[in-house]
Nanobody, 120 residues
């Protein structure tokens, strides 16, 4: 069984930065895509960014340029560096690992979520 544990959420002012991390434990040999999603109150969960084992990345248009996803295969960790944060980035951020290709993958595992709040 795989467990994903997120960390790094918190409160930041608009224009600031946060770095989220997601660490995996358990057998992950079949996982080849890792990503981040977010959900704001009253809204559906939405895709933020994804990265493959070979480092290819994909981003939602709303976060391109501002967010950077990266991974450490040795430590089974995926990170999300968030810069120039906006109030509308406020959400619970979820880490998800899965299988497939970069723009068509199936979520297998989810983390518990970490709150990111951006104040004006």
């Amino acid at each position: 069984q795989v467990q994903l544990v997120e960390s790094g959420g918190g409160l930041v002012q608009a224009g600031g930065s946060l770095r989220l991390s997601c660490a995996a434990s358990g057998s992950i040999v079949s996982i080849n895509v890792m990503g981040w999603f977010r959900q704001s109150p009253g809204k559906k969960r939405e895709f933020v960014a994804a990265i493959t084992r070979d480092g290819s990345t994909n981003y939602a248009d709303s976060v391109k340029v501002r967010f950077t996803i990266s991974r450490d295969n040795t430590n089974n960790t995926v990170n999300l560096q968030m810069n120039s944060l906006k109030v509308e980035d406020t959400a619970v951020y979820y880490c998800s690992w899965g299988v497939g290709v970069l723009r068509a993958w199936r979520n297998i595992y989810w983390g518990q979520g970490t709150q990111v709040t951006v104040s004006s």
